[in-house]
């Protein structure tokens, strides 16, 4: 059993927009990219040009359709990783302390020097956000980039997970959730950002922005809007007086 | 409390980075190649490019995968099985570059046109356009035809550009978006910026599509609009506009046709512009009731009134078009059934167009001149914005709906104004500014001009004396008398029939013509092989270079092996398909940040090189010598008109920009740069560019134009006006009969809508469903299908149907579907979406894959679980009765009309689990895959 710090300095997380996301995979393939050739062991792919090939990724993208009474049916697309919760299941259930919370930030890592690949805190997370690697047989998860946030190799402004940087409709948010003048905390206050299944009691650091209202244009007819209507009087008449006063 | 570990971080991310242009898609983003130990390590977006500001997609990120690809081809190669077998010998470059002369120098000495030259989705048109001149063939295109012509040259012809490479929204001010039928791959990364920034200031996004996938999920509002109905949906938006009034007439006036005086005087000249003695249309003047040229100084032109002549009345255009469209056979309930979206939604959305351009209208405080000297003291725009790809242009009633879509723009005055539509230059060109298409071909010479443009009537047609179609796709005649782009989707059926005339050599770059590029695959791949009864091969010969192991590899006698993007030099050139933006010039080029581990060659060195051996005027020196060592020597050396060369930016001593004497560091300073040049637009030239005399002096001044070329905006097309004129019988240059009641209807000089001509020959009760396919946002293509990273996003293609069809047939999860069309018949996997047009499904395009290709494992699930609907979709349309086959095609553009499919569907017998039809398999000219990756550099 591992213990998870009383608290942290910061919580660094991600908010992510399900407004904005079109579900394009960026993010996938660009933590992808990056998580293969930097901490710890890379991401591998077994049977990679086969039948079945699998892959380790550290986020994913799953689409939902939301069928509505009275609306035609959405489809939301919902990114997926590791929430770096405050009270992570993963890190109490590891029997070798690999799993840790950093009470800096709070980013939620795997040592996989201590990693046994027992695979106990993935059937502890709710979200399903650990994969164990198929080549390596270590414990692989989002760690928020810790080695790009604070990368003095990296220009100041690439010092953001690969994810946010990559992200085309800016649907991805990185930033300090203790801080209430964060810009991603005034975010979640201004959108009503949500925990992901809070019934856990995982108290995830990742916040969710909801879809907007879909579907709810409204206008009055057209012709009401205009004064006059051109039908009122005759289209020609309306064109000429409307040419008159151009 | 344990101490933590320490991990590193801050570890070195690479020894270099290496800034070149992503090829992924055709969407040209700037990237930044981590190099660790000379290999590529990971590559990311880069923040300075003007296309992607740092983002990229995941296509772009997994092009270290396609690089190191196991699929790419190691060695030219030498076909030794049958066609379509992949039984090949590696030979050497020197065999195959004579193989290809000694097939090539005796076409080219007696008939040149024996050659047929086409490529796909390069990125080098204007280069291997300008090498097939020099050959002397007619018979050169790129796949422009089967992508998406009647979005380009409706835009051309209606306003003298279109959407992605022509222009794009103001996003940083349009206050509403309205997306139709979009191609997801397209324009890809900045339409998500886009919509980013959209959403973040909370701009209203409605999305026209019969699937709600991708953009159209986020979506404010879904229209899911009925496949091939979205022409009759615009014009019933636009119904609404007339009739409450809500146009910008100022606009109309000033900016477009909309004044010009149409001739009703029956006779050869009906129909065409009434014009002065000087030649010039003409406009009632409202001060004086006459007619008079339209640029006249100090005129007020009518849009209602006309003027009479010899007893016959002359109306304006405009007058011609609210007549049309305040038809009560455009309101939203005339049209609500057909296009599936009820009435009240029409009404809803044509009013917040109207309320957004009228009533939100957008002023900058800047003032400009326009082409007749007027000043203005202020830019108002009607920030209203509209995007379209291929779901729109893929239909026989393509052009003439993507005209409307024009004319809605057009009408609300929201083009080139702030908040709405932007050309990017070197657009707005008016089709009068692009050249005449020629076919003028003689042994040993070059052909008489380019091969494209764009014919202002039946007199720039490219017919011989017997009124054949001088090229082999039929472009520009009388079956498709607008195909800008030609009609590379019939080329393998025209060659295999000898119609209009055999051809010896048919030469493909990049194009998987033998797979998911042609329509009606199966048959495509029988007709490479067929073989005349001395068991010579109908097609002769068939040259083929790509860079990896692609289905069209194996039906190819000779292949010549192109390296991947990161292994060679390209410009992304103005003379081509730039990457400019509204408000600035600019290009780019590739550079190879690693050199080849293979023996292939970059294909525009091989093209380089051949003409040189051919003696190709231009490609040799006085002396016999090759005059270009490489193509990246000709980037920086050639000049297509003096001054003006491939790259436009750092010309002459390296200040040139557009104009100056090529610079032999020009290369260098590219990738000094970043791998990009900008050249931004002044403030007072960057709206209302066709008609800003800042803006067209700039433009003259970059090389651009030689001269302004000022112009207006046809919302009337008089080249349409020629060809239907034409029809009717006028002219010495006639149409064969059989042709002439369907141009009479189709090259209507406004838009039209007309259904599908395979929704007008089908009977809904026999085949009562459309079928499309879209691209992943994840895949280009088949490249991506074959990528490690990316085929574990999208690996199948499961067909999805709405709930209301998954209970009719009694769908369980896990079930197969039979799809039937007219031609064909498929299985697939079957899956269960809501968010769907009731009367449509639809499955992912180009997963599939023929057994043995891309280096693939035989059970891979992209040959084993996937279809390509090209199965189902003939070239032509099934036989009517009369004796002639008709093409499955635009008849104004010939583009191919891929999203007219009509199908029925059934569920598959039980313990189906292989992907019908079987389309056999090919010998793999590359090894093995390895079975498992850990790609750390």
């Given at each position: 059993m591992t213990t998870l710090p009383t608290k942290t300095d910061r919580k660094l997380g991600l908010v992510i927009d399900l407004d904005t996301c079109v579900g394009c995979h960026a993010c996938v393939i660009s933590c992808k990219g990056w998580n293969t050739q930097n901490y710890g062991a890379p991401l591998s792919d077994m049977d990679a040009y086969g039948a079945e090939p699998e892959g380790t990724f550290l986020n994913r993208v799953h689409s939902f359709e939301v069928t509505r009474e009275q609306a035609p049916p959405m489809v939301v697309h919902f990114p997926k990783s590791c929430l770096h919760c405050d009270n992570a299941p993963c890190v109490t259930v590891c029997p070798t302390g690999a799993s840790y919370k950093r009470t800096e930030d709070g980013i939620v890592l795997v040592n996989e020097s201590a990693c046994i690949g027992c695979g106990l805190c993935a059937w502890a997370c709710p979200y399903g956000a650990r994969e164990m690697d198929g080549a390596e047989k270590v414990m692989k998860k989002c760690t928020l980039c810790v080695d790009r946030i604070y990368n003095e190799n990296l220009p100041e402004e690439d010092r953001e997970p690969a994810c946010v940087r990559t992200c085309p409709a800016g649907a991805r948010h990185f930033g300090d959730l203790s801080d209430p003048d964060s810009d991603v905390s005034q975010l979640v206050a201004a959108r009503e950002g949500f925990d992901l299944m809070p019934e856990q009691g995982t108290q995830p650091v990742n916040k969710y922005l909801p879809p907007r209202a879909r579907d709810s244009l409204d206008m009055p007819d057209l012709a009401s809007l205009c004064d006059p209507a051109p039908e009122a009087t005759g289209f020609l008449g309306w064109l000429d007086r409307a040419l008159e006063k151009l | 409390m344990p101490s933590q570990p320490t991990p590193d971080l801050s570890p070195q991310v690479s020894d270099e980075v290496r800034k070149t242009t992503c090829y992924m898609c055709a969407c040209r983003c700037g990237i930044n190649v981590h190099m660790k130990g000379g290999r590529v390590a990971y590559i990311e977006g880069n923040r300075d490019h003007p296309v992607n500001r740092g983002v990229l997609c995941a296509k772009g990120s997994a092009g270290i995968m396609q690089h190191n690809s196991p699929a790419r081809l190691r060695a030219p190669l030498k076909r030794v099985g049958p066609r379509g077998s992949g039984k090949f010998r590696e030979i050497t470059w020197e065999e195959a570059l004579q193989t290809a002369v000694d097939w090539l120098k005796p076409l080219r000495d007696t008939a040149p046109e024996k050659l047929a030259f086409f490529t796909g989705r390069d990125q080098s048109q204007s280069f291997t356009g300008w090498w097939a001149q020099a050959f002397g063939t007619p018979n050169w295109a790129a796949h422009g035809g089967f992508c998406s012509v009647n979005m380009a040259a409706a835009g051309i012809y209606t306003m003298g550009g279109a959407f992605w490479e022509f222009g794009q929204p103001d996003w940083d001010r349009t206050k509403l978006f309205i997306l139709f039928g979009v191609a997801e791959d397209h324009d890809s990364n900045p339409i998500k910026m886009g919509l980013g920034k959209l959403k973040a200031r909370g701009a209203r996004v409605i999305g026209v599509n019969p699937i709600r996938s991708g953009y159209n999920a986020i979506a404010d509002d879904w229209v899911s609009i009925t496949p091939g109905t979205d022409g009759l949906f615009i014009l019933s938006l636009v119904h609404e506009l007339l009739r409450a009034g809500k146009i910008d007439l100022g606009y109309l006036v000033r900016y477009t046709n909309a004044p010009y005086l149409v001739n009703a005087a029956d006779g050869p000249e009906k129909g065409l512009f009434l014009r002065d003695d000087a030649g010039k249309p003409m406009v009632r003047d409202r001060a004086t009731g006459q007619a008079v040229a339209w640029d006249t100084p100090g005129i007020s032109p009518d849009l209602g009134a006309g003027v009479e002549i010899g007893g016959v009345s002359h109306l304006p255009v405009f007058r011609h078009l609210a007549d049309r469209y305040l038809a009560p056979e455009y309101a939203p309930e005339q049209v609500s059934d057909r296009c599936g979206v009820p009435a009240v939604r029409i009404r809803a959305i044509a009013a917040e167009i109207a309320r957004v351009a009228f009533d939100e209208e957008i002023t900058i405080d800047q003032p400009w001149t326009d082409f007749r000297g007027v000043k203005h003291d202020k830019m108002v725009g009607r920030p209203v914005t509209m995007h379209a790809m291929r779901g729109i242009s893929a239909h026989s009633n393509g052009f003439q709906t993507a005209r409307a879509l024009h004319m809605l723009q057009i009408l609300i005055g929201s083009v080139e104004t702030p908040g709405g539509f932007r050309f990017k230059p070197p657009y707005p060109k008016p089709p009068e500014a692009h050249p005449r298409p020629h076919a003028g071909h003689n042994p040993g010479q070059p052909l008489d001009g380019p091969h494209l443009g764009y014919p202002l009537g039946p007199e720039h047609l490219l017919l011989d004396d017997a009124g054949q179609p001088k090229r082999i796709d039929k472009a520009f005649s009388w079956d498709a008398p607008m195909s800008a782009h030609g009609l590379m989707h019939m080329v393998i059926s025209n060659a295999h029939a000898g119609d209009p005339y055999p051809i010896d050599t048919l030469f493909l770059y990049m194009a998987n013509m033998a797979w998911n590029s042609s329509m009606n695959t199966s048959a495509v791949m029988d007709m490479l092989t067929d073989q005349n009864?001395?068991?010579?091969?109908?097609?002769p010969r068939i040259i083929y270079s790509d860079a990896y192991s692609s289905e069209m590899v194996a039906f190819a006698d000779l292949v010549l092996p192109d390296t991947t993007y990161l292994e060679r030099h390209d410009c992304i050139s103005l003379l081509d398909r730039p990457i400019c933006e509204a408000d600035a010039l600019a290009d780019s080029i590739r550079w190879p940040v690693v050199a080849p581990d293979r023996d292939v060659r970059p294909f525009q060195t091989t093209l380089l090189e051949l003409g040189a051996r051919l003696g190709l005027p231009g490609m040799v020196r006085e002396d016999g010598s090759a005059a270009y060592k490489d193509y990246a020597d000709y980037i920086t050396t050639?000049?297509?008109?003096?001054?003006?060369?491939?790259?436009?930016?750092?010309r002459g001593n390296g200040d040139g920009k557009g104009r100056g004497a090529p610079n032999p560091d020009q290369i260098a300073r590219y990738i000094e740069n970043g791998g990009f040049w900008i050249d931004h637009i002044p403030a007072e030239a960057q709206f209302y560019k066709p008609w800003n005399a800042a803006y067209q002096d700039w433009a003259v001044e970059r090389g651009i134009y030689d001269s302004p070329q000022p112009y207006v905006f046809n919302l009337y097309s008089e080249p349409m006006r020629k060809f239907q004129l034409a029809a009717e019988g006028h002219g010495d240059r006639q149409p064969p009969d059989h042709l002439r009641a369907r141009l009479r209807e189709t090259m209507d000089p406004l838009p039209i809508w007309y259904p599908t001509f395979t929704d007008a020959a089908t009977d809904p009760d026999e085949f009562p469903l459309h079928a499309l396919t879209q691209r992943p946002m994840a895949h280009y293509h088949s490249w991506g299908s074959q990528n490690a990273w990316l085929r574990q996003i999208h690996g199948h293609t499961p067909l999805y149907v709405s709930g209301e069809i998954w209970a009719k047939h009694g769908f369980q999860p896990g079930d197969w579907a039979i799809l039937t069309s007219p031609h064909g018949r498929i299985t697939l996997p079957v899956l269960r979406m809501d968010a769907l047009n009731g009367r449509t499904v639809w499955t992912w395009n180009a997963v599939a894959k023929r057994r043995g290709a891309w280096a693939l494992d035989e059970q891979a699930p992209e040959a084993t679980k996937s279809q390509l609907l090209n199965h189902l979709i003939h070239e032509l349309l099934p036989p009517k009765g009369d004796g002639l086959r008709w093409a499955n095609s635009d008849p104004v553009t010939g583009q191919a009309a891929w999203y007219d499919l009509r199908v029925r569907i059934e569920k598959a017998p039980a313990g189906q689990s292989l992907a019908y039809p079987d389309t056999g398999q090919q010998d793999s000219p590359v090894p093995p895959a390895p079975r498992n990756l850990a790609h750390q550099v």
């Open positions: - | 009864e001395d068991g010579s091969y109908k097609i050639h000049e297509r008109r003096p001054g003006v060369g491939p790259l436009a930016g750092f």
